[in-house]
C-alpha cells in the first residue's frame, strides 16, 4: 500500500490526538482553531491514498489488514464530520481523533506489501461493499458508544453541580442524546446489509458450513445485541448509565467480533 | 491633534444628572452636529446609553466641553457644582483607554454584558452619517471595536452569568439544548418565580402550565404568558408534560419525593426533568437528584454559581485591563507615527519645489535638447532628491515611537526650514 499520503494523513491526524489529549488538561485556545482545518486536510490526504490504493490493484477491495484499518479510519472521519456539520460539536473528537490516529499509523507503518494479482474468489464488488457496509456500521455503533460515555460524563457533571469543571463543556445532553441515537439508527442498517452481503459471500464461497464458523456466530451475537441496543433506547427511552452499560458490552461484543478473524476458517481480510 | 473624552457614568453621577445629560435618539443628530460646531473641535461623536453619556472629540487646541455641556443641556449655576464633582475627563492616552474599556464592556454596570458595543457602534454610525468623524475618529474607534473583540475572544468576561434566573436558563440549556418546545411548570406563582419563567420563555421555551394555591395568581399569571393554569388538586397530574418544573411554594415537607421522580421518569420514556427549586424550605427532596434523569438544583445551588461566575468575571476583566495596556500601546505609537506624516510630506514638497526651480533655471541655459535629454535630466535630479531624502524620511518614521522622536522631528523642519504646515 503506499503509504506516502497515508503518512502525511497522519502527520495531520496528529493534530487532532494533541487536542484531544490537551483537551484534558485544559487550555487549548490556539488548537481549537486549527485542529479542525488541520483534520480536514489530513481527511483529504487520507481520500487520496485510499484512491491511490485502488488504482494500484485495480480494486476497491481492501488486500490486508491494515488497508482495512485505513478504510475504517477514514470512515470514522467522515462521520465526525457529518455530526459536526449537523451538531457544531467536537466532542467526539476528543475519543475519534486518537483512535484514528492509531488506526491510521498502524496504517501507513505496518504497511506491507499487497497481495496484489491475487485472484479472488468473488466479484470485488461484492467484497467492497461488504466491508464498507460493515466498517460503517462499525463506525456508528462506536460514536454511539463515545456518545454515551459523553453523555454519562456530561450527566455526572450536571448533577455534581460542577460548572466550572471540564467536562461542563460538553454539548448539551439532549445533543449528545441524538447524536447517540442517531448514529445507531443510521448504523443499524449499514450493519444489516454489510451482515448480509457477508453471508452471501460466504455461501457462495463456503456453502452452509460458514455458518459454524467462530467469527460468523460472534458477528451475529453483535447484531443481536445492536438489535437489543436500539430497541431499548427507541422503546424505554434508556439513556445515561443503562445506555451506557448497553452501548460498552456492543462495543465489546464488536471488537472481539473483530478480533475474532485470527480464529475464524473461513473469514479472511486477505482474499485466499 | 488630541483625543479629548468627558462623560459621566453609573459610578460617578447619580441618575437624576444622568437623567438630564441623557440624549434620545432623535436628538442624537442635534447634540452631534452643535458639538463639532464648536472652537477646537476637530470631529466629535456622543454615546448615551442609560448609564452613562460621554462626548468624544478629536480637537486641535483645546475645547472647552465642560463649557459645551453646560450650555446645551442648560444647567444652571448651582447644577455646575454639581457637574464639576461627577464628570471625567480624559485626554489623549488616558481617552484612548476608556474608549476601549468601554467598547469592551470593562466599565459597565454588569462587567462583561454584550450590549454596550452595539451601542456605542450605533452612536459611531450616526456621528459618521452627520460627517461628524473623519480619520482621527474612524481610527480610535474602528480599533475599539477590534479590542472588544479581541477581548471577548481571548478572555471569558461575557460568558459566565451572574444572576440566579440566567443561571437557571444557562442549566435548562446544557440539559436540553434548546428550548424550543419544552413546557415550563410553575409550582408557586410568586416574583422570583415569574422572573425565572420570563428568562426561560425569552430563550424560547414553548410552554408555561402555571399551579398555586390561590387559583386566581395562577390565572393571571397563566394570561400574561400565554399559559395554562393548573388547579391545585390536579398538580401531579400535570407534571409529566414539563421539562422543566421550577418550585416555589411555602410548604415544610417536600412536594416532590424520590418515588415521585420514578414514576415521572417512567411515564417520560425517561426524557430527562430539570426541577429549579428555588423555595426555602425546599420542595424538591434532595435524594431526587441522585435517580438518572433527574436534575435538582435548589436555591443555594444556583446562588454558588452564580458567584463563582461574578469571581469568574473579575478574573477576566484583569486579564481583559491587560489586553486594554497593550492595545492602548500599540494605537498611541500607530497614531505617534501618523504625526510624522505631515513633515515627510513637507520635505518632500519643499525638494521637489527647488528641484523645479533649479531645472527651469537651466533649461534657459541649455537651449534646444532632445526629449531623451530631458528625461535623463528629469530623471537625474529625482534620483539625487530621492536618495538625499532617504534617510531623513526612514529616521522620522523609525523615530516616531521612541522617546526623542520630538527632538528629531523639530531638527528636521529646522534643518530644511520646514516652517508653518506643522499639523498636530
Known amino acids: 500500500m503506499p503509504a506516502f499520503w497515508l503518512r502525511v494523513a497522519l502527520c495531520l491526524y496528529g493534530v487532532g490526538l494533541i487536542y484531544a489529549l490537551a483537551s484534558l488538561w485544559g487550555g487549548r485556545q490556539v488548537l ?15 481520500f487520496v491514498a485510499l484512491l491511490e490504493n485502488a488504482m494500484l490493484s485495480h480494486t476497491w477491495a481492501p488486500s490486508s489488514m491494515h488497508e482495512l484499518e485505513s478504510l475504517l479510519a477514514f470512515l470514522m ?63 456508528a455503533l462506536l460514536f454511539s458508544f463515545i456518545a454515551s460515555i459523553l453523555y454519562l460524563l456530561q450527566e455526572r457533571t450536571l448533577k455534581a453541580k460542577n460548572t466550572s469543571s471540564f467536562w461542563s463543556r460538553l454539548p448539551a445532553l439532549a445533543t449528545i442524546d441524538e447524536i447517540g441515537y442517531k448514529c445507531l439508527i443510521w448504523g443499524f442498517p449499514f450493519m444489516t446489509l454489510g451482515l448480509i452481503a457477508g453471508s452471501i459471500l460466504a455461501e457462495a464461497r463456503f456453502g452452509s458450513k460458514y455458518f459454524a464458523d467462530p467469527k460468523v456466530l460472534l458477528s451475529i451475537l453483535m447484531w443481536v445485541v445492536y438489535t437489543v441496543l436500539l430497541y431499548t433506547r427507541w422503546s424505554a427511552g434508556w439513556r445515561g448509565r443503562r445506555a451506557a452499560y448497553m452501548a460498552t458490552f456492543a462495543f465489546a461484543v464488536a471488537v472481539v467480533a473483530w478480533a475474532a478473524n485470527n480464529l475464524s476458517q473461513t473469514h479472511r481480510f486477505i482474499g485466499p | 491633534m488630541n483625543f479629548h473624552l468627558i462623560g459621566v457614568n453609573h459610578h460617578t453621577a447619580p441618575l437624576e444628572l444622568r437623567e438630564r445629560l441623557a440624549v434620545s435618539e432623535e436628538r442624537l443628530p442635534d447634540v452631534v452636529s452643535t458639538l463639532v460646531k464648536q472652537p477646537g473641535v476637530d470631529e466629535g461623536m456622543v454615546l448615551s446609553t442609560c448609564n452613562r453619556v460621554e462626548v468624544l472629540t478629536s480637537t486641535r487646541q483645546g475645547a472647552d466641553l465642560r463649557g459645551f455641556l453646560r450650555s446645551y443641556f442648560g444647567l444652571g449655576n448651582d447644577e455646575d457644582d454639581k457637574l464639576d464633582s461627577h464628570v471625567y475627563e480624559f485626554e489623549k492616552r488616558e481617552a484612548v483607554r476608556h474608549v476601549f474599556r468601554v467598547a469592551s464592556s470593562l466599565d459597565s454596570m454588569v462587567v462583561g454584558e454584550p450590549q454596550i458595543l452595539g451601542q456605542v457602534k450605533e452612536a459611531y454610525a450616526v456621528a459618521r452619517g452627520l460627517g461628524a468623524v473623519h480619520s482621527a475618529l474612524d481610527a480610535l474607534l474602528s480599533r475599539a471595536f477590534a479590542v472588544a473583540k479581541r477581548v471577548r475572544s481571548e478572555t471569558a468576561i461575557g460568558s459566565s452569568t451572574v444572576s440566579i434566573a440566567s443561571v437557571a436558563v444557562e442549566l435548562a440549556e446544557k440539559i436540553f439544548g434548546s428550548l424550543e418546545n419544552k413546557t415550563v411548570f410553575l409550582l408557586g406563582a410568586g416574583k422570583m418565580a415569574e422572573l425565572a419563567a420570563r428568562h426561560l420563555m425569552a430563550r424560547g421555551a414553548g410552554k408555561v402550565m402555571i399551579c398555586n394555591r390561590t387559583y386566581e395568581r395562577a390565572l393571571e399569571l397563566a394570561e400574561s404568558f400565554g399559559g395554562q393554569a393548573v388547579p391545585f388538586d390536579r398538580m401531579h397530574q400535570f407534571t409529566d408534560h414539563a421539562d422543566i418544573i421550577l418550585t416555589s411554594m411555602g410548604a415544610t415537607e417536600p412536594v416532590f419525593r424520590k418515588e415521585h421522580g420514578e414514576a415521572l421518569l417512567r411515564v417520560r420514556k425517561n426524557r430527562p426533568v430539570f426541577f429549579i427549586d428555588i423555595a426555602v424550605p425546599r420542595n424538591v427532596a434532595p435524594e431526587v437528584n441522585k435517580v438518572d434523569g433527574l436534575f435538582v438544583y435548589d436555591v443555594d445551588d444556583l446562588q454558588s454559581i452564580a458567584s463563582k461566575n461574578t469571581a469568574e468575571r473579575k478574573r477576566e476583566a484583569e486579564r481583559a485591563e491587560k489586553i486594554i495596556d497593550l492595545e492602548v500601546d500599540r494605537f498611541a505609537s500607530r497614531m505617534k507615527s501618523l504625526e510624522v506624516v505631515p513633515t515627510i510630506l513637507s520635505l518632500q514638497e519643499y525638494c521637489e519645489t527647488i528641484r523645479q526651480a533649479e531645472i527651469d533655471r537651466i533649461r534657459g541655459r541649455l537651449g534646444q535638447i532632445s526629449p531623451d535629454q530631458e528625461a535623463a535630466i528629469e530623471a537625474m535630479s529625482r534620483a539625487i532628491i530621492n536618495k538625499l531624502l532617504h534617510t531623513p524620511i526612514t529616521t522620522l518614521k523609525s523615530s516616531a515611537a521612541h522617546p526623542e522622536a520630538a527632538t528629531i522631528h523639530e531638527m528636521i523642519r529646522r534643518i530644511f526650514n520646514l516652517s508653518g504646515g506643522k499639523q498636530d
Open chain 1, 32 to 46: 481549537t482553531r486549527i485542529t479542525m482545518p488541520a483534520v480536514g486536510l489530513g481527511m483529504t490526504f487520507h
Open chain 1, 77 to 139: 472521519m467522515i462521520l465526525f464530520f457529518a455530526i459536526y456539520a449537523r451538531y457544531k460539536a467536537t466532542a467526539p473528537g476528543l475519543a475519534v481523533f486518537p483512535l484514528v490516529f492509531l488506526l491510521t499509523a498502524s496504517a501507513a507503518f505496518g504497511a506491507t506489501p499487497a497481495d496484489h494479482g491475487l485472484p479472488l474468489f468473488v466479484s470485488p464488488q461484492w467484497v467492497y461493499m461488504h466491508v464498507a457496509l460493515i466498517l460503517f456500521g462499525y463506525s
